[in-house]
């Protein structure tokens, strides 16, 4: 393998797009051409930098915040329960969402009517919950005459008038695609899960999605185009490589033909002016055993970046070699603008990658190398037969991981001293130790867990002061592997648990959650403050704990850091200089979302998705939009 390892290790920058002059950073075209006060991408614009220059709603004025207009979607469910992870896209006074059973809703964005809706299970009988769908994609042709609303439920993109919200009969078969068909899938009978929003670039939609974890077959999630007016798919790239692609030394003979997973999940960011698709990869199925995947297995745990007129494959940076801690790249890699250099204004076009380990990887979007060191450091190796993991894995040396790594003794929970003593006697009978600790037959401590760290909120960035903003979790899996001597593969999974106290609260130390602001000046935390409480343990005296989240954060020209997904169903705005909680609502249900900010008949508003349905938050079917009272 050692012949290999300078193919995968390094980025390669044998083709790299060339870099073309930018406005400076506080300008309207610091990013893309579009509108900065409405919300037209999932992630606020197409790099994902979830910022807005909306700016009436500042750090003076936020707590007058209050409710504007409440959009009931009338359709969640206790049995199966639903929640709702949309972030809404507002598009030319449009609000554009996706509801607890996934059908797309149209609104009035000043004042949240309901214009048009697409339920894409009507006539089903069936009573299972398609899922999430995160949001949905905007499109127009170039002279303005075509718009279209590009959504997923599961294997089907469906394109629909985004007028009326009618499905596009020239697209496909009846305005839909069936993702599960032109996969070049050397499995048999395997389907395509697509939860995150595509990506529209000049007449082409960008789609990603893929199988899952396995042990059993799952689909490979290689990266597709198609036309936006026909359906017709244009391009593909493989994620798993075939012979005589790049990468293929990386993985055993035609693993192709096995192997699935490698999907991007979490959706992609898109660099207008250079025409680049930048998408963060996640890990191979089966995602805790990689015997049968002996080596690196590029394009698995990669920051990937794809010509997006034509997939060819321009860098690709490895986050994790061989992982079987399923450390997905959870989020869209964000592109942002970094001070460089030794005279002012100089700096330097990045993509920031969040990952489940805590870490960001800030990487020169051109190249795909490391802005700041990354180190290849040794770890442990595994016992399991047959499995052979790589002796090192990356570290970048900035910033700091923003939050804790592996689970030592010391970090055993200390909120009671029955809690303690449960989760110890727990913790010694489990493998735990340094991040990377290798899955075993008798258990092990994954943490961060499988929900990060960093998770599909991803990140927000501010570019007139420099900063990124992300939040972060303090969870942990318990993972053991057992022999599967009945099965067409060698282990199992019996135990995939989160790893809890007897009362239910995560098993290691607080702080459970928090927000950190990164300067990107020096790369080190701006600041870093508590995110969330649980009210019960409030009450018993216990200092604010932080609670894990489900959901990223947005930041303003206002100055503000917007967030909600925690437990205690709050949605706070966040001061970006010193982190102070300056504004906090109660929702009915918890926001389990991004939410999104934007401007629309004179007013500045914030909506957030308030979808409850995990933990004991109860499902909910609420699009909450706060103004200025």
């Known amino acids: 393998?050692?012949?290999?390892?300078?193919?995968?290790?390094?980025?390669?920058?044998?083709?790299?797009?060339?870099?073309?002059?930018?406005?400076?950073?506080?300008?309207?075209?610091?990013?893309?051409?579009?509108?900065?006060r409405e919300w037209r991408h999932y992630g606020g614009n197409a790099g994902a930098s979830r910022y807005s220059e909306a700016d009436q709603i500042t750090a003076s004025n936020v707590a007058q915040l209050r409710p504007a207009w409440v959009h009931h979607t009338g359709d969640a469910m206790t049995r199966p329960q639903t929640t709702m992870e949309c972030t809404p896209i507002v598009v030319d006074g449009v609000m554009y969402v996706t509801t607890a059973q996934v059908k797309v809703h149209a609104l009035d964005a000043a004042t949240g009517k309901l214009l048009w809706s697409f339920d894409p299970m009507e006539g089903s009988?069936?009573?299972?919950?398609?899922?999430?769908?995160?949001?949905?994609?905007?499109?127009?042709?170039?002279?303005?005459?075509?718009?279209?609303?590009?959504?997923?439920?599961?294997?089907?993109?469906?394109?629909?008038?985004?007028?009326?919200g009618v499905p596009d009969g020239s697209f496909a078969r009846d305005g839909m695609v069936d993702l599960n068909e032109e996969l070049d899938s050397e499995v048999p009978g395997v389907s395509v899960k697509c939860t995150s929003p595509v990506v529209a670039y000049e007449d082409l939609i960008v789609v990603g999605g893929g199988g899952g974890e396995g042990p059993y077959p799952q689909a490979p999630g290689h990266i597709r185009a198609y036309d936006t007016m026909t359906g017709k798919r244009r391009w593909i790239f493989h994620t798993t490589p075939r012979p005589g692609q790049y990468g293929y030394e990386t993985w055993p003979p035609n693993a192709y033909k096995h192997v699935g997973g490698t999907n991007n999940w979490a959706g992609m960011s898109l660099d207008v002016e250079r025409g680049v698709v930048y998408a963060g990869i996640g890990s191979p199925a089966f995602d805790f055993y990689g015997g049968d995947r002996i080596g690196a297995n590029l394009f698995g745990n990669c920051v990937l970046a794809l010509d997006a007129r034509s997939g060819e494959r321009l860098w690709d940076f490895q986050t994790v070699h061989h992982d079987v801690w399923d450390y997905d790249l959870p989020a869209q890699p964000a592109l942002v603008r970094m001070p460089r250099g030794t005279r002012p204004g100089e700096s330097i076009d990045a993509v920031v990658q969040p990952t489940k380990q805590g870490f960001l990887f800030f990487l020169d979007r051109d190249t795909g190398k490391p802005i700041w060191p990354v180190e290849e450091r040794p770890i442990p190796m595994s016992d399991v037969g047959g499995e052979q993991l790589w002796p090192t894995q990356p570290f970048p040396v900035k910033?700091?991981?923003?939050?804790?790594?592996?689970?030592?003794?010391?970090?055993?929970?200390?909120?009671?001293?029955?809690?303690?003593?449960?989760?110890?006697?727990?913790?010694?009978?489990?493998?735990?130790?340094?991040?990377?600790?290798?899955?075993?037959?008798?258990?092990?401590?994954?943490?961060?867990?499988?929900?990060?760290?960093?998770?599909?909120?991803?990140?927000?960035?501010?570019?007139?002061?420099?900063?990124?903003?992300?939040?972060?979790?303090?969870?942990?899996?318990?993972?053991?592997?057992?022999?599967a001597p009945n099965e067409d593969f060698d282990y199992a999974l019996p135990d995939r648990s989160e790893f809890l106290d007897p009362d239910g609260f995560p098993a290691i130390k607080p702080p459970w959650g928090y927000v950190t602001a990164i300067d990107l000046a020096t790369g080190e935390f701006a600041w870093r403050v508590v995110n969330g409480e649980f009210p019960e343990l409030t009450e018993k005296g216990i200092p604010k704990t932080g609670s894990p989240s489900h959901g990223g954060s947005i930041a303003t020209a206002g100055g503000l850091v917007f967030m909600a997904g925690t437990f205690d169903r709050k949605l706070r705005a966040f001061d970006q200089n010193y982190g102070d909680v300056l504004w906090e609502t109660e929702l009915n249900a918890a926001g389990f979302a991004t939410p999104c900010t934007y401007e629309a008949g004179g007013r500045q508003f914030v909506v957030i998705a308030a979808g409850g349905g995990k933990g004991d938050s109860p499902s909910g079917d609420e699009f909450v939009a706060f103004a200025l009272s």
């Open 1 to 36: 393998m050692k012949s290999n390892r300078r193919a995968f290790l390094k980025s390669s920058g044998a083709a790299v797009v060339a870099a073309r002059a930018w406005a400076l950073p506080g300008t309207r075209q610091w990013l893309s051409d579009e509108p900065g």
């Open 125 to 164: 009988r069936s009573r299972r919950s398609p899922g999430v769908n995160r949001g949905v994609c905007y499109w127009q042709s170039e002279d303005g005459s075509e718009k279209r609303i590009f959504s997923t439920v599961q294997n089907r993109l469906y394109s629909l008038d985004a007028k009326t």
């Open 399 to 483: 910033p700091p991981p923003v939050c804790r790594q592996g689970f030592p003794e010391r970090y055993v929970t200390d909120i009671s001293p029955e809690s303690r003593k449960a989760v110890l006697e727990a913790w010694q009978r489990t493998d735990a130790g340094a991040l990377f600790t290798p899955p075993s037959t008798r258990g092990t401590l994954v943490h961060p867990g499988f929900r990060g760290g960093c998770l599909w909120g991803g990140c927000c960035y501010n570019p007139n002061l420099q900063r990124v903003f992300v939040s972060s979790d303090e969870t942990t899996n318990r993972i053991q592997l057992q022999v």
